[in-house]
């Protein structure tokens, strides 16, 4: 049986940051940086570079200004799209709003082939 690391597709970088006001990493892993790209949209820049731009990125979101927000959803988006192999896309809406909104606690992880 085979190891399982970040060399064998394990999880190669992930953050937890706040994502309303001025954002601010509260906990990372080879996370080097966060941009604000507006309301619910951020870019995660990772600290390793991926074999490929084929990465799974996966989020999860808690808490806004509304607890009528409950109902949430985090995309991330892999590299593919730009050939990037160390920046996702992230976009966190609330289905009860219909909208992206700006999230307290935004969780995303990375797997990928390094």
Do not use: K, Q
């Not at 309303?20 to 790209?37: H, L, P, V």
């Amino acid at each position: 049986m085979s190891s399982f690391g970040p060399e064998n597709e394990g999880c190669t970088c992930r953050i937890n940051f706040n994502g309303t006001g001025s954002i601010s990493i509260s906990d990372s892993f080879n996370a080097s940086s966060i941009t604000d790209d507006g309301t619910g949209n951020y870019r995660v820049t990772t600290a390793v570079t991926h074999a490929n731009a084929h990465m799974c990125v996966v989020g999860s979101i808690i808490g806004d200004s509304s607890t009528a927000n409950r109902g949430t959803a985090c995309m991330g988006s892999s590299g593919a799209a730009s050939g990037s192999t160390t920046v996702a896309a992230i976009s966190c809406s609330a289905w009860s709003a219909g909208a992206n909104l700006d999230f307290t606690d935004v969780c995303v992880a990375f797997f990928g082939d390094l």
